[in-house]
């Protein structure tokens, strides 16, 4: 029975994950949200899938309880709680860096690697939860290493590579952040199944969830603007003579490249700001910037909550529905030590280069050979032989 619940859930959460990583790129890219600027920031985004999160649990929580489900069934207590703000901090973090990867890369080139954490995943269930870790595992690890360098074989052989496929700094950056967050909260979440009060269910845990995530996206949207303004982020006396026509004007049309080069004088090294502006001038300047995302950091958490170009929104708020779906999934499965059952929650990673290749992406062969070598590593890693039982971790409280 076990293994039935087991392969149940995690064809949704496959489904679900997939769908989410295809909703994210969506919303990011011009062509589906109107042929304009998309104009949300990944702040923003993060902010609206919350929203829809939060809404769809509610929904969850508020059925149960017409259902009959009394209301002390919808507190963990105070050590799963603890958890869950860990899990939910970490999530707000990995959720940014989720709608900042899509900006530039296509899901099929970053999804495999924002998964490296789960070839140390059998070590924590072994030490927290007496976990066995087998020879499938070291195999596993072996073949996830290849799948994914595989798609930089023509890089390495010196040949050409389409520099969309290439990883820059700021990208294995985001990577190695969501790899930490991914791996603190799938430890977090057996936690939190294990030290909650019996009769909680995934609902109550999803909702829970959302609300403190929302508490802290929602913070750091009003904080991070102030703190940029105040060091004036957006509107730096002198910029480099490369960033500026790399990074500023090629990502502005003609008015704003001309309204931009009127204020900001070519020297031999640098571009530096006209002294003496008036206040108007500066603030037209000061989002003139904002809009080229100068400032990678204070950028991911600039822009009204309520923006002009709601099309972004509505893949946000479909993706928040298959988030959703695969928390309750993650929550229901998280009685069992996470590494017999989470690397099968990424199968479609083998599925996601053909799915690009129909919204006309550039996938090469070296990318699909890798996302199989990379899934079929994540499947033989947690394959066992010699026990088919998949036992529940001990429950503490």
Not at 187 to 212: D, S, Y
Not at 326 to 340: I, M, N, Q, T, V
Request: net charge positive; aromatic share 16%; proline share 5%.
């Amino acid at each position: 029975m076990e293994w039935i619940t087991i392969i149940f859930w995690l064809l949704i959460i496959n489904g679900a994950l997939g769908g989410q990583y295809i909703l994210n790129w969506m919303g990011n890219q011009p062509r589906f949200v109107g042929d304009r600027e998309v104009g949300v920031s990944p702040g923003v985004m993060t902010w609206w899938r919350e929203i829809s999160k939060f809404a769809w649990a509610a929904v969850a929580v508020t059925i149960e309880i017409i259902q009959g489900k009394r209301l002390k069934y919808f507190w963990p207590g105070m050590i799963s709680m603890y958890t869950i703000i860990i899990c939910a901090f970490t999530g707000v973090i990995e959720n940014i860096g989720f709608f900042y990867l899509p900006r530039y890369y296509s899901p099929h080139i970053y999804a495999p690697y924002v998964n490296v954490y789960l070839a140390v995943l059998p070590f924590f269930g072994k030490y927290l939860f007496n976990a066995p870790v087998r020879r499938e595992h070291w195999i596993g690890i072996s073949l996830v290493i290849l799948g994914l360098a595989f798609p930089y074989v023509p890089r390495i052989i010196g040949g050409s590579t389409d520099p969309k496929a290439i990883l820059d700094s700021s990208a294995i950056t985001w990577i190695v952040i969501i790899n930490c967050c991914l791996c603190s909260q799938q430890i977090l979440n057996n936690k939190t199944v294990q030290t909650a009060f019996e009769g909680v269910g995934a609902n109550a845990l999803v909702l829970w969830r959302e609300i403190w995530k929302l508490v802290f996206i929602t913070s750091a949207l009003v904080f991070f603007p102030i703190v940029g303004n105040m060091l004036n982020l957006n509107l730096p006396t002198s910029i480099k003579k490369v960033n500026f026509e790399n990074k500023i004007l090629a990502k502005v049309d003609q008015s704003k490249k001309d309204f931009l080069l009127t204020y900001y004088e070519k020297k031999t090294e640098t571009y530096d700001l006209k002294k003496d502006l008036p206040q108007e001038t500066r603030d037209k300047l000061k989002k003139s910037l904002s809009t080229t995302e100068y400032d990678r950091f204070f950028s991911l958490f600039e822009g009204s909550f309520f923006p002009n170009n709601w099309l972004p929104i509505i893949f946000v708020v479909l993706a928040g529905l298959t988030g959703y779906i695969y928390s309750f999934g993650f929550f229901k499965l998280a009685r069992f030590a996470a590494h017999f059952w989470v690397p099968y929650t990424n199968v479609y990673l083998a599925i996601i280069p053909f799915v690009m290749m129909f919204f006309g992406v550039n996938v090469t062969s070296y990318q699909i050979i890798g996302a199989f070598i990379t899934t079929i590593g994540l499947v033989v890693g947690v394959s066992d032989y010699k026990r088919n039982k998949v036992v529940e971790i001990e429950r503490k409280n």
